[in-house]
């Protein structure tokens, strides 16, 4: 208890951002009943992220290496949202393209896999792919013109969190490799890119939270 005290005294931001995971989680549970079929696997991605947060904590607290943890999001996160975005979807030929492209970086980020390290190709891929399919679907809404008010219909809040995490994390991601070892990148340095990642985490969450809040009126927004 008195280093965990100690560790969030030091790393107020790691904390909030971790648990912010939980922020969607709580929202959904109090809406589900108005949650679609296509819109529950936005809880397991959370859930992934709350599950995956609460045990790198745990292992900071035992002083282990948890940057592995990090390499298991990209795995699940591409699996889930490609699954949740082709329910979306009214086309075959888009919905097995979201499904076969899931499954075929989902093995890509297994591959990359690294125990002892952040898996900087395999975070690259996935906010990569978080951005093709939230463009992709972001195309699907102007152009289905279905949607009453845009401000209330869920996907917009999500998508718009989905973008601004994987387009703001992208490069950190993709120099992560060099921003996480220490040999090379000061405290301070990495610090202040991982507090952009924490910043753009926790609005992620929030934005989430929005739109799931906002599931009540899906079906009557939609023409």
Request: aromatic share 18%.
């Amino acid at each position: 208890m008195e280093r965990l005290l100690h560790l969030f005294e030091r790393y107020p931001l790691d904390f909030f951002s971790s648990f912010s995971s939980g922020l969607p989680l709580l929202i959904g549970l109090f809406r589900y009943k108005y949650l679609s079929a296509t819109l529950k696997p936005l809880l397991l991605l959370f859930l992934l992220y709350f599950v995956g947060e609460t045990y790198s904590i745990w292992l900071a607290l035992l002083r282990q290496n948890n940057l592995f943890v990090l390499n298991f999001y990209p795995i699940g996160g591409i699996a889930l949202i490609g699954y949740m975005y082709a329910l979306n979807f009214d086309s075959r030929a888009l919905k097995r393209l979201l499904l076969y492209s899931a499954g075929l970086f989902s093995c890509l980020c297994i591959a990359l896999f690294e125990w002892n390290s952040v898996s900087s190709p395999a975070l690259f891929v996935y906010k990569t792919y978080i951005i093709f399919v939230v463009l992709l679907h972001f195309n699907k809404i102007i152009s289905d013109l279905r949607v009453r008010n845009i401000l209330v219909h869920t996907l917009f809040w999500v998508n718009a969190g989905l973008i601004m995490y994987a387009s703001g994390t992208m490069f950190i991601s993709l120099f992560s490799d060099t921003i996480f070892n220490p040999a090379i990148v000061d405290d301070d340095t990495f610090d202040k890119y991982w507090n952009i990642n924490n910043i753009l985490f926790i609005i992620l969450t929030i934005l989430t939270s929005i739109g799931i809040w906002f599931s009540k009126y899906d079906r009557e927004n939609l023409l």
